[in-house]
């Protein structure tokens, strides 16, 4: 019957409890652990699927290099201090001729997903001190960090909806039944959903496609890409004309909504709104005016109410103007810090009060080449690929990325992935030789989750409820594996060693006990630090997790991060951003606006190579409504060439009504390259990369690419040629050392 362990899925935000059963060392079945008390017993396919990653014959186990050039270019394995030296080699290398911000760091979105990374991830990045640091988050939530820095105090002190005791859900270009919840960690979506309807409360949805959540909202209204904006300040012009007229009426004197004592900057917040009607933003977004007044209303009468938006309003040209607008929304209806309403979690390890993750900054630095500032310490990775290109001082010559597929994930990865040639050496730390690791001269390899042990630091902190839980690692490393926070060890004491000299052992032996400390006696530290009783023991002896409880109201403003212990709703970028957005009277042109999407069975731009997931119905289609296709006599099912300002890709068309009339639709994480990728599974996945169209000169005042709301034209595709076998032998053309 095989043995059975408790485990986790950190593929997503939900981190889902499983039961796992064993035989020797595979997973033979998979299933929720009901007696988790967030997820309680809900799992996904990505959750079943957990075992594929571990067993995959397509990873990798042990380090590798390039070996040769061009076309002839192979992988072949080598020891892990060979492995290390290399790469140590060539970044001191890099950094000793041309400087330490010649070398680039990458991390990708699974390194908020691993305890080592957050551990120690962050302490080698430091060791490195280059400026030419590079992420996922600039292309996906910087927008809500940013606005939580400069309003809250903290970029990740981030209100959460509380969806199971709220009566009103207005959902902004989000899909948590896809998402499982995205900076709102919440599993088993779909019966929370079931029980606020069972309560009597409410979910509305805005989108320009009726998603998945869409489907099971009691309203779905459709929103024309990119013009959020103007519909939730145009909420807030209802909400504090409004305001202002019942005090009036009352001769109370008062020209304003009442909020906390502690929040700032609300006049301000009025003088910003009032151009913003509600018929202007029907003429921007589509939106009739009346749903846009009864929206605002039903918000403010509501028992308990709650305003939500995701990477469908974060990742478009106006993302920030847009998380501060819903933030506002929620607190001048009183519903910050509230029961049903936006909260905060009170977690057993917090990583804003203890100062684990640093509260952020803004504009310390700017990008070399377009000036662009950075957030937190990381540059927009829409200027990565200018970066790598220009010459001149402080040119990128050297890059490591961590987790990372920027190639599928960034803005014009097709420019970046020509990019990436020229470099004169790349690391990469990942178990797939993929579209951007490709391109490197070593791959280190860490453990994956079964291998090692878990908690989760940062989605504790963004869950609906207060719980904790720690997972020993189901299955043991190999003698010959390392786990993430090991190779992060090597390469910060290796290349700063090579960089510094011999410093002297009493600092070289401080540095390596630091980076020594394992991951798991790090969280007993942190645990002992926090207020809630909870002990890694304790947690060892129930590895279902602790229930610490409902999220608390009336929290603020003693928890406040900020140093007054105040919220500001007047940031002076904001209040820019906000003029600059009343500067614009009408919707940008009048051709087709690409969207991205998502599946709950694909996880960004890997699992490709999981025939457990990508079986059934193809999904890499472009969704099309069909009275656009009627408009240019393109049938269904035909394949079309879709164009932006930086690409054309070409992909089969699928006609649907869950587009709105002008807006076409491309899921993210396809287009997976053969050439050079070990994925050999991958490559019958069909599809294109979306963000081969995608502008890395669309960006949102925080730096954020604008991945959503990209004007393309979409044309039927000319006939297939005929392969012409003269050429079927000509190599790839390459630049720098050749690389295939």
Not at 265 to 271: D, K, P
Not at 340 to 348: D, L, R, S
């Amino acid at each position: 019957m095989g043995e059975k362990r408790i485990g986790v899925c950190n593929l997503c935000e939900a981190i889902c409890g499983l039961e796992l059963t064993i035989e020797g060392r595979e997973v033979v079945g998979v299933r929720g652990n009901p007696a988790d008390p967030l997820s309680r017993g809900h799992v996904c396919p990505k959750g079943v699927a957990i075992g594929d990653v571990y067993a995959d014959p397509d990873r990798l186990r042990r380090p590798v290099r390039r070996v040769g050039e061009g076309a002839a270019a192979r992988w072949e394995e080598i020891g892990w201090d060979e492995a290390f030296d290399l790469v140590a080699d060539n970044l001191a290398r890099v950094v000793g001729e041309h400087g330490a911000d010649a070398l680039g760091i990458y991390l990708g979105n699974p390194n908020a997903h691993s305890l080592g990374s957050l551990t120690h991830g962050s302490a080698m990045v430091k060791a490195l001190r280059t400026r030419n640091r590079f992420s996922a988050t600039s292309v996906d939530q910087l927008p809500h960090q940013l606005v939580a820095h400069l309003v809250f105090g903290h970029q990740l002190f981030l209100p959460v909806p509380d969806i199971d005791r709220t009566s009103w859900f207005l959902v902004v270009g989000g899909n948590p039944m896809a998402s499982n919840g995205s900076l709102m960690t919440v599993p088993d979506f779909p019966r929370r959903v079931r029980d606020l309807r069972a309560r009597g409360g409410r979910m509305i949805v805005l989108d320009p496609r009726r998603t998945e959540t869409a489907k099971v909202a009691d309203e779905h209204h459709f929103v024309r890409p990119g013009t959020d904006a103007w519909v939730l300040l145009a909420m807030l012009h209802v909400l504090t004309a409004e305001a202002a007229e019942a005090a009036e009426a009352a001769e109370a004197g008062e020209q304003t909504p009442t909020v906390a004592s502690y929040v700032d900057g609300l006049e301000t917040v009025v003088a910003l709104v009032a151009p913003f009607t509600p018929e202007r933003a029907e003429a921007m977004s589509g939106l009739p005016a009346d749903e846009v007044r009864r929206l605002a209303r039903e918000l403010a009468a509501a028992e308990s109410g709650v305003v939500y938006s995701r990477v469908g309003v974060s990742a478009g040209p106006w993302g920030t103007v847009c998380q501060w607008a819903v933030t506002c929304l929620n607190v001048l209806t009183g519903n910050l810090d509230r029961p049903g309403g936006a909260m905060f979690t009170t977690p057993a390890i917090d990583a804003v009060g203890t100062g684990l993750i640093g509260r952020g900054h803004h504009d310390a630095w700017r990008s070399r080449v377009r000036g662009l500032p950075e957030t937190a310490g990381e540059l927009p990775v829409a200027a990565l690929r200018e970066e790598i290109e220009t010459p001149g001082d402080g040119q990128l010559r050297a890059m490591l990325t961590v987790a990372g597929n920027p190639v599928l994930s960034t803005p014009d990865g097709a420019r970046l992935d020509r990019a990436l040639r020229g470099l004169d050496f790349m690391a990469a730390v990942d178990i797939y030789v993929n579209e951007t690791t490709r391109h490197a001269d070593v791959i280190l390899p860490p453990t994956t989750a079964l291998e090692r042990d878990h908690y989760d630091i940062v989605f504790h902190l963004l869950a609906v409820r207060d719980t904790a839980r720690f997972t020993p690692a189901v299955f043991a490393k190999e003698p010959d594996q390392r786990h993430d926070w090991q190779i992060f060890r090597e390469i910060a004491l290796r290349t700063t060693a090579r960089l510094d000299g011999k410093p002297p052992l009493r600092t070289r032996l401080r540095q390596r006990a630091r980076l020594s400390a394992s991951p798991t006696f790090l969280v007993g530290q942190l645990l002992r630090r926090g207020s809630s009783g909870v002990t890694l023991t304790k947690l060892r002896a129930r590895p279902a997790g602790i229930d610490l409880g409902p999220l608390r109201g009336g929290q603020l403003p003693d928890r406040l991060p900020s140093r007054g212990k105040r919220v500001d709703l007047a940031p002076a970028l904001v209040v820019e951003d906000v003029a600059r957005l009343a500067a614009v009277t009408e919707p940008a042109g009048d051709g087709l606006l690409l969207i991205g999407r998502r599946h709950q069975r694909d996880c960004n731009s890997w699992m490709h190579n999981s025939e457990r997931l990508t079986k059934g119905r193809a999904r890499h289609q472009l969704l099309m409504n069909p009275a656009d296709l009627a408009d240019r006599s393109i049938a269904d099912g035909s394949r079309v060439r879709v164009t932006s300002r930086v690409g054309s890709v070409e992909v089969e068309v699928a006609a649907t009504d869950d587009l709105m009339p002008g807006v076409v639709s491309l899921p993210h994480g396809y287009g997976h390259a053969a050439e050079g990728v070990l994925m050999s599974r991958s490559r019958a996945v069909p599809g294109v990369s979306v963000n081969d169209l995608t502008d890395p000169e669309r960006l949102d005042v925080s730096g954020n690419a604008a991945l959503n709301a990209v004007p393309v034209e979409v044309t039927a595709a000319a006939p297939a040629a005929a392969p012409d076998s003269s050429l079927a032998a000509t190599p790839r053309t390459t630049s720098g050392r050749g690389r295939p």
